[in-house]
């Protein structure tokens, strides 16, 4: 990684399993974990950036760049997968000496916050899945366009009109600053090995066993936009009734930035929700 660069995206290198891991350590109290979407040109601090310094006023938070993802090191040979992604998580947490954490899970990164809750059950205490992929259903055209993005200005705000519902948000700077982040040295060889045609393999990938939800035993949130068109509303509904001890919050006029999109009340329900006993 060039010395020269400067960005909030950058935070602490951590080596994981000989692998460079850049994420975000901050704040003190109970770990919370947080696992970014799978956009083109995505880190944990674009993805966390207005949950971030809220939720670090009342706990430690764990924001890494997933593997493949962000400023993470690219390894030649990687094998994207569930079971690695999964792996490399759990070795960020064991390298910094966490045993017991809450996860929240962003989209893609639902599916792993999923897995993880269901593969270390004692080590997580609470859930969150927002706008979460991890059980079956048929991709969405918005969601297989996000997965083909091939590196270009007009592409880059094709996609951000996809993830938003309030257009407000989307501006010709915001296209141009996630549009230089997909082009980053390296960064679009490694999307492009994560979910090449035909994509719905992909989904079916990331998914768990609704047996394997339906015997988690942990307090669970589950979050999503009503007017998401990446990853359908549906998806939450089936995770509200397989989790038992879950409850489901809908925010209308939301797509699929809801912590964005809503960061005031997002983050409010996150730290009351994290913070019950």
């Known amino acids: 990684m060039p010395k020269n660069i400067v960005t909030p995206e950058l935070g602490t290198s951590l080596t994981v399993a000989g692998i460079a891991t850049n994420l975000h350590d901050v704040g003190s109290g109970e770990p919370v974990l947080l696992l970014h979407g799978s956009g083109p040109g995505v880190t944990a601090w674009a993805n966390w950036r207005l949950t971030i310094p809220e939720l670090s006023k009342r706990h430690r938070v764990i924001a890494p760049d997933l593997l493949g993802f962000g400023y993470t090191e690219r390894v030649n040979g990687t094998d994207y997968s569930l079971d690695n992604w999964v792996s490399h998580v759990l070795g960020i947490l064991d390298v910094l000496g966490i045993e017991k954490f809450s996860v929240v899970g ?102 768990s066993s609704f047996a394997d939800i339906s015997d988690l035993a942990l307090p669970s949130l589950i979050i999503h936009g009503r007017d998401d068109r990446v990853i359908p509303l549906e998806n939450a509904l089936i995770f509200n009734k397989l989790i038992k001890d879950s409850e489901l919050h809908i925010f209308g006029n939301c797509g699929h930035w809801t912590q964005i999109e809503r960061a005031k009340h997002f983050n409010q329900l996150l730290m009351n929700f994290l913070s019950e006993n």
């Open 106 to 207: 962003n989209s893609f990164g639902g599916a792993i916050a999923l897995a993880l809750a269901i593969r270390q059950p004692d080590r997580v205490r609470r859930l969150v899945l927002m706008g979460s992929v991890g059980i079956p259903f048929s991709i969405t055209p918005e969601l297989d366009a996000v997965w083909g993005y091939q590196p270009s200005l007009v592409n880059m705000r094709k996609l951000l009109d996809i993830f938003a519902f309030d257009r407000t948000l989307v501006n010709d700077e915001l296209a141009e600053l996630r549009y230089q982040a997909s082009i980053r040295p390296g960064y679009q060889e490694s999307f492009e090995k994560m979910f090449p045609a035909p994509r719905q393999r992909w989904v079916d990938a990331l998914c």
